[in-house]
């Protein structure tokens, strides 16, 4: 698959002070934060994600999501999405799928964190939503040797972004792929027979890019059925 590649388009300016002071803080229907530089729709067009780098002052990268959609009085909402899957560093949402199971729609968001060493990976998150467009979390369709309980820290900041306090929080996302040097990793999902294909990285200790494919399948829970 092809490497990610990204333009950096950030104007920093008071929105992104306000990403950074309030999580679910809201922005107005006609506007949209000026560092977005991908924007995904989810398969039935219900919801639709912006998403961008919002780090200014490092080599880093730390990334924002805000998620459209329309509520039950069809009026166009956005707001910053939060992911369950980060700490004090976010991901990109880079694609979103679509599976339906027992007449229920669930999403699978799709994230590239780029981290400060030469690598970077990919991950995802299992969600439904309610009408007010907020997620719940499924680990249920994992298998038992991809996604193991897990306890995410998240950090807690002040207006001024300085942080000031931690906390813990159950993890519901897995990593798919990752890379130690520069290895052309990618994952995709096959929402009919609800496989992930993989490229993985199995670069040795020598630091050279070993590239290898891998598959697996989602569980179907019998609880949600």
Sequence with gaps: MARFSYT?????????????????????????????????????GKYRFYSGDVDTVSQGYNYATYIEFKDLYGNVIKKQWKPNLRSDLTGLVCGVWQFNYCRKDYYV????????????????????????????FHT??????????????????????????????????????LT?????????????????????DTTSVNWKPKLAYKSWKFVLPKHLQ
């Design 8 to 44: 950096n388009k950030i104007k920093y300016g008071a929105l992104i002070d306000a990403i950074y002071a309030k999580c679910d803080s809201y922005v107005k229907a006609d506007s949209l934060p000026d560092f977005v530089d991908q924007i995904h729709l989810s398969p039935d």
């Design 109 to 136: 968001i799709k994230y590239y964190s780029r981290h400060y060493m030469p690598c970077w990976s990919y991950s995802m998150e299992i969600v439904s939503f309610d009408n007010n467009g907020n997620p719940t």
């Design 140 to 177: 249920e369709f994992y298998p038992a040797d991809i996604f193991e309980p897990y306890n995410e820290i998240y950090l807690i900041q002040n207006d001024k972004g300085e942080v000031i306090d931690e906390y813990t929080s159950p993890g519901y996302g897995v990593i798919v792929c």
């Design 180 to 200: 130690e040097d520069f290895g052309e990793i990618g994952y995709f999902f096959d929402s009919d027979s609800l496989t992930v294909h993989t490229i993985v």
